[in-house]
């Protein structure tokens, strides 16, 4: 089981279309899963029919999957983007000002990281050094 995450807190799986492995990907695919040894390329002439990425972590440690999302952004997708994998509850500010809607953990790692760790990096808008100069 795992265990999605958003700004309201922990939530379960409400995506069930499933997801298409990156090197499967065709014109009519709408979900995909992206590695984190991924390029960005591979994903150019399809975001405007995708409707959910999903980027794997596989290490908290591995800061590809931010640099996938902020490029995915960038060439246009405005679709769900959900990081997957071992992201831990430190990243969630990052993970979404860099643009991912959403953290998908396994129930190890929610049981080790109780929602409410979560819950105080929630307000990711709110609490950054760059607003408090600006103040």
């Known amino acids: ?20 492995a990156l090197e499967d990907i065709a014109a009519d695919t709408t979900s995909v899963d992206v590695p984190s040894d991924a390029r960005i390329e591979q994903l150019e002439g399809f975001v405007s029919g995708l409707t959910m990425v999903r980027i794997d972590f596989p290490s908290f440690a591995d800061g590809r999957g931010f640099t996938l999302a902020k490029r995915l952004r960038q060439i246009g997708y405005t679709g769900r983007l959900r990081a997957k994998g071992h992201v831990i509850c ?4 990052m993970a979404r000002r860099i643009g991912f809607d959403e953290v998908e953990i396994s129930d190890e790692l929610a049981a080790r990281q109780p929602e409410d760790k979560w819950e105080t990096r929630s307000n990711w808008r709110d609490n950054d050094y760059q607003a408090r100069l600006r103040a």
């Open 90 to 93: 430190e990243q969630y500010t």
């Open 1 to 20: 089981m795992t265990v999605i995450i958003t700004d309201a807190g922990f939530g379960t799986e409400d995506f069930t279309a499933g997801f298409t």
